[in-house]
């Protein structure tokens, strides 16, 4: 992540917005409502951007870097957009010695992303995740709720087709 990555631009709708101002009107006032409206606005944009994060900002009268941090915080936030297909590879001991960082590599390649980022077609994003409880499978990958285990670089290829 960090600077270089990609910026998607924000395209929330008109639908969005309006659904947003009604979740932040419906905490307004409640003490400890932020995680709340955080997470309802996740799940009405499908992610943090920071225009979201702006309005909820304006709209509580929180400062902006106040809800940034939250946001950067907690794992359950993202700040890019997801994918239609959520590819994650685990990097946990056994996946990684077993060659899962060959697997993350030929997947950025193939998809022109890095871990964190989406597709621009939004069909794919990619992220790494640690330990997924599967080691008698490494490497594992996932896409979305399919499991993927003992595979390798050369069939990163035949996995992404089946999602074409």
């Known amino acids: 992540m960090g600077i270089s990555q990609k910026t998607v631009p924000f395209a929330g709708t008109k639908q969005q917005h309006e659904e947003l101002l009604k979740v932040i009107n419906q905490h307004k006032g409640d003490h400890g409502a932020l995680m709340p409206i955080l997470q309802e606005a996740q799940a009405i944009y499908g992610y943090l951007p920071i225009e979201v994060q702006t309005i909820i900002s304006n709209e509580m009268n929180i400062p ?19 994918g ?68 390798t670089a050369d069939d990163v290829e035949g996995i992404l087709a089946k999602y074409e």
């Open 84 to 151: 239609k297909y959520t590819i994650s590879v685990c990097l946990g001991t056994a996946c990684y010695v077993r060659g899962a960082g060959d697997i993350v590599n030929k997947l950025e390649d193939i998809l022109k992303i890095s871990d964190g980022e989406c597709t621009e077609d939004g069909k794919f994003s990619l992220e790494s995740c640690r330990c997924i409880g599967a080691c008698g499978l490494a490497p594992v990958l996932t896409v979305n709720d399919d499991v993927y285990g003992k595979i």
């Open 64 to 82: 902006l870097e106040k809800i940034y941090g939250i946001v950067t915080f907690y794992s359950q936030f993202s700040l890019s957009p997801k």
